[in-house]
């Protein structure tokens, strides 16, 4: 067992083509910041969880992550990962990987898969997106955001320039969608920045990840709403209906 081992830094380029409003947008960087825990942890320990902690925007320029194991064992790694950007603290996180138990015989579960339009059925993206939208390709499931009609967002999305999607791009995929508030409303009148964001893998995408170009449908909805908070939670499905991924998040609402 190990604890405590001295951290690992590195410098990542932040572009403003990934803003999201003032800063980077949050599932950009909880990629990074997992991309870079993942070189501190033994071979065959895989990603199974992720929380981060958005304590200001990061801005354009480098930003520092530092990763270190806070405890392992031969099963499981737990690694503490900060990201500082001009000498303050922007993040901080918690990220959980573990190894397979190939011996198990506890009784395996699968969620039932989902149904629904496919990519090739769903609606068209919304023009006049926040900048690291035009990353991705959208298709709309159900009403788009700023309908004014539902609290419930979804839809189709995969990269334009296709890579596979691993545990890290799981995590940025499920942060892609604007926040659900903004089905209910018909103009972007506030500001729903994200404060603390949690993700838990189902699927081991980091021995088994989607080829590159696959579709996924992220389905989100707002599970409650006031005195100046909301929480959001969020799935990510392949075009089975597979379950890939959960996620829930914090949210501050400014206006």
């Known amino acids: 067992m190990t604890t405590l081992a001295e951290p690992t830094v590195v410098d990542v380029p932040i572009e403003s083509s990934w803003f999201s409003g003032p800063g980077a947008h949050g599932g950009f960087v909880a990629a990074l910041t997992i991309q870079h825990a993942a070189t501190t942890v033994p071979a065959g320990h895989h990603l199974r969880s992720y929380t981060a902690r958005f304590h200001t925007a990061v801005g354009e320029g480098p930003l520092q992550l530092s990763a270190a194991i806070e405890r392992g064992s031969k099963r499981q790694s737990t690694v503490t990962v900060t990201g500082a950007q001009d000498g303050a603290l922007r993040l901080a996180g918690t990220a959980l990987f573990g190894a397979a138990?190939?011996?198990?015989?506890?009784?395996?579960?699968?969620?039932?898969?989902?149904?629904?339009?496919?990519?090739?059925?769903?609606?068209?993206?919304?023009?006049?997106?926040?900048?690291?939208?035009?990353?991705?390709?959208?298709?709309?499931?159900?009403?788009?955001?700023?309908?004014?009609?539902?609290?419930?967002?979804?839809?189709?999305?995969?990269?334009?320039?296709?890579?596979?999607?691993?545990?890290?791009?799981?995590?940025?995929?499920?942060?892609?969608?604007?926040?659900?508030?903004?089905?209910?409303?018909?103009?972007?009148?506030?500001?729903?920045?994200?404060?603390?964001?949690?993700?838990?893998?189902?699927?081991?995408?980091t021995a088994e990840p989607l080829p590159a170009g696959s579709w996924v449908a992220v389905r989100q909805r707002c599970r409650g709403a006031g005195e100046g908070w909301a929480v959001d939670d969020a799935t990510l499905h392949d075009e089975s209906g597979r379950l890939l991924a959960l996620a829930t998040q914090s949210r501050r609402v400014l206006g």
């Open 101 to 205: 138990s190939l011996g198990s015989t506890a009784p395996t579960v699968v969620d039932p898969p989902v149904t629904g339009p496919g990519p090739d059925e769903a609606g068209e993206p919304t023009p006049g997106m926040v900048p690291f939208t035009d990353y991705f390709d959208f298709r709309w499931i159900g009403a788009p955001p700023l309908s004014g009609k539902t609290d419930r967002i979804a839809a189709w999305l995969r990269r334009k320039d296709p890579v596979a999607v691993d545990a890290a791009e799981a995590v940025l995929l499920l942060d892609v969608l604007p926040p659900s508030l903004f089905g209910l409303l018909d103009g972007p009148t506030v500001a729903v920045p994200s404060v603390d964001y949690a993700v838990h893998l189902v699927v081991d995408l």
